[in-house]
């Protein structure tokens, strides 16, 4: 274990302790299933709902995908909802609470009918989709009884915007929903299967106080997190499921079903190539069952072209359209709110010309990489999305030629002018591989370009042009 | 002296005869550092380029002697790559490949545990001696012989410094792009050892990034064993929470890895911080007067 195991078991034992009623209001509802008979008819119609109401767009819809969406070195980080995740946690065996997508709010009355019909309970959630968290903050997540207040919240929550402390504070439009049933809880823990970059090991993390923010407990308090560090030749193994367990202070038959619950979750990390999966809230029912009721996965952007069910289930509306359009050309843009374009060769020196930017007094309008060996024609696109951008106030080229030649830069910029024109001050610097052919082709082609010496002339020169400093 | 590589090292290139191996091979060569062959499994007993090929990298180590190899194979086959090289009892083994599933570099990692060899990488520019050998992508001419070491998770920022401290007339005794993966070879610990070893290298430029906390471990390893003067810079200061800032390790995850942080620990451990990356050479020229 790799804390100090006795005021974990004293801080599992007072979060295990909580009687059923006096549960957090997020999450509730009665009892829905009177024996163990009834119960495991209900995941097994849980697993099946799941598996047949996906309800995952069209061939065709996809088929307006980029075709970078699963080539490799795209950079993108590819997220999915939260009811296509635990999808993909049913097909593992984890339990999954009963719960049915809706990507049309018509359809919402009829899923939480089903769902009342197979578990004879009037309880049902209303879950908004969106790839941020803190939903249940935001208002995207409500408990109601009945299918009257069923269709009512999901009208209330669908197609309208979203805030939370991820989404920032434009929000998102809701376009899916997932209704699920409600669950009686006795507990809320926490459990994830990450890399530890640190150790280059898988480690496997579980803690009492689930339902909260995982940085908060690790902040506050680090010894409430337990983690199990995972040997890759032997793959994670039941003694360390059930030194988990039981350092969870869980007893009996609850500690029974965490270990294979566990032991399943890094199966399913592993066999995805997952970068996170995190169950937040794991729950305990008041009837000794462990249930994802929350579940976040994000998949290694170098992996995830293997698996194929997981790349179908991007979903472009939660991602920003200029950053789907640069990946379209193997770009690594990332859309920020200053006025600075800048356009960089490698991603640390573009991190850098962002910073430089800033120590001069400008902001930057995005972080974007070329890449190490461009084309023409990718520099002339990346160029096109800086200046399509009408928040620029100025563009920056710093580029350093390695491999990437700076006549091949010049050029770039040269046709993207030639064909939507310069309506900002743009500077460029260029230094390294033929840097006098590149220098002399921007100079010939008449161009208003500033040109720079070194990176800090260059960010000094368009901070003072974008606020208009300089003519 | 200098760190890793100098000139008795012999190198091979695995995946020689692919694009970006061909042309990286003929430029290695042409800075004067010894390509003693290439592999590319199907294609052994040909030339290529001038380059004889071997089938598997034993083989061209029982022919050639190799001590060192630079690996272009396509990502999917890399760490597999990297496998045979150390099987094949290669010393430094230098991964340029970007795009290597995470959790095979997991599990070659582990098989690399307690083997002599070296990994450099993956998803790096690669390591060069100036005057002496490239192993790697970098551009040979801005670089030249001399002092300084450079140890880096990025690549043109780390260009960018090796130019500078070269318009500065100071030179390199080594640099070294560790690379940006979250999970890798050496790290800035074992680079910063083999620096403070090494008899020439005079001072240190340690170039940084958000994520992890590698720049943190380094500043505490540096304040209890390095006495050779150290400047650092850490990239990503603007750079927003949660958005992976195109190496697949620089992110700023549930508040950790900021570059913030990283500064504070570095100047904490008494290591001159360049204010931009502008001052990469100025500043680790000042810690050498």
């Known amino acids: ?471 | 002296m200098a760190i890793l590589a100098n000139r008795q090292t012999r190198v091979i290139v695995q995946g020689l005869t692919g694009a970006a191996g061909t042309f990286h091979a003929k430029q290695m060569r042409d800075y004067g550092t010894a390509v003693v062959g290439g592999v590319t499994p199907g294609k052994g007993g040909t030339v290529h380029e001038g380059f004889p090929i071997y089938d598997t990298v034993a083989q061209a180590v029982a022919a050639t002697d190799a001590n060192a190899s630079v690996i272009f194979v396509p990502p999917h086959g890399a760490a597999d790559g990297v496998l045979e090289a150390a099987s094949a009892g290669i010393d430094l083994i230098v991964c340029i490949t970007e795009g290597i599933p995470v959790l095979d570099m997991v599990r070659a990692r582990r098989a690399l545990e307690g083997k002599a060899c070296r990994l450099v990488g993956p998803n790096c520019p690669g390591v060069i001696t100036p005057g002496a050998a490239k192993l790697g992508i970098m551009p040979g001419y801005i670089h030249k012989p001399g002092s300084v070491g450079i140890v880096s998770r990025s690549g043109t920022l780390t260009y960018e410094a090796a130019f500078q401290i070269t318009e500065l007339g100071l030179g390199q005794t080594t640099a070294v792009g560790i690379g940006g993966d979250p999970v890798k070879g050496l790290d800035f610990i074992d680079c910063l050892a083999l620096f403070e070893a090494d008899a020439e290298t005079k001072a240190i430029l340690l170039i940084g990034e958000i994520g992890g906390t590698s720049e943190e471990d380094a500043a505490a390893f540096i304040k209890a064993n390095v006495k050779k003067p150290v400047a650092a810079f850490v990239a990503g200061l603007t750079a927003p929470p949660g958005r992976r800032m195109g190496h697949a390790g620089a992110i700023i995850s549930g508040g950790k890895g900021k570059a913030a942080d990283k500064i504070a620990a570095l100047k904490e451990a008494g290591i001159a911080i360049a204010p931009t990356p502008a001052d990469l050479g100025k500043t680790v020229a000042a810690m050498m007067r």
């Open chain 1, 1 to 471: 274990m790799g804390s100090p195991p006795d005021g974990m078991m004293g801080f599992g034992e007072v979060a295990v302790v909580i009687v059923p009623g006096s549960v957090s209001e997020r999450w509730w509802g009665r009892p829905p299933y009177r024996n163990d008979r009834v119960q495991s008819r209900f995941f097994a119609v849980a697993t099946a709902a799941f598996e047949n109401s996906l309800d995952i767009p069209s061939a065709s819809q996809y088929a307006a995908l980029p075709a970078s969406s699963n080539r490799r070195g795209t950079k993108h980080a590819m997220k999915i909802h939260e009811y296509q995740a635990k999808s993909l946690l049913a097909k593992f065996g984890l339990p999954v609470p009963m719960g049915i997508p809706v990507l049309e709010p018509s359809k919402a009355a009829a899923a939480a009918e089903q769902i009342i019909q197979a578990t004879q309970n009037q309880t049902v959630v209303v879950k908004a989709q969106i790839h941020a968290g803190g939903r249940g903050k935001g208002g995207g997540v409500k408990v109601v009884k009945g299918l009257a207040a069923a269709r009512e919240t999901a009208a209330k929550i669908y197609g309208h915007k979203l805030v939370t402390h991820q989404t920032g504070p434009e929000g998102r439009i809701v376009k899916r929903l997932l209704i699920e049933q409600g669950v009686a809880i006795a507990s809320e823990l926490y459990a994830s299967v990450l890399v530890d970059r640190a150790k280059s090991r898988v480690v496997v993390m579980a803690s009492a106080a689930g339902g909260v923010e995982i940085e908060e407990v690790a902040a506050k308090t680090p010894e409430a997190i337990l983690l199990e560090h995972v040997e890759p030749t032997v793959g994670f193994r039941p003694y360390q499921a059930r030194n988990l367990a039981y350092a969870l202070g869980l007893r009996g038959e609850v500690a029974k079903n965490m270990v294979p619950f566990l032991l399943k979750l890094y199966e399913a990390f592993v066999a995805l190539d997952a970068s996170l999966v995190e169950i937040n809230p794991l729950v305990v029912t008041t009837d000794n069952r462990v249930l994802a009721l929350d579940c976040k996965m994000t998949f290694d952007d170098n992996a995830v072209d293997k698996h194929k069910e997981v790349v179908e289930m991007r979903d472009l509306d939660e991602e920003d359209p200029t950053e789907t359009e640069a990946h379209a050309f193997d770009l690594s843009y990332i859309k920020l709110d200053g006025s600075i374009g800048c356009m960089v060769n490698g991603a640390g020196l573009a991190m850098a010309t962002m910073d430089i930017i800033k120590y001069y007094g400008g902001n930057p309008a995005n972080f974007l990489d070329v890449g190490g060996g461009a084309s023409q024609e990718k520099v002339t696109a990346a160029f096109k999305i800086l200046t399509a951008d009408p928040a620029v106030k100025g563009i920056f080229v710093n580029i350093f030629g390695g491999i990437m030649k700076c006549d091949v830069i010049a050029a770039g910029v040269i046709a993207a002018v030639a064909e939507i024109g310069l309506r900002v001050p743009l500077v460029v610097r260029l230094a390294g591989t033929n840097v006098e052919l590149g220098a002399k082709m921007l100079a010939e082609s008449g161009l208003p370009i500033t040109a720079a010496s070194d990176m800090a002339d260059g960010a000094r020169k368009v901070v003072d042009l974008a606020s208009g400093k300089r003519n």
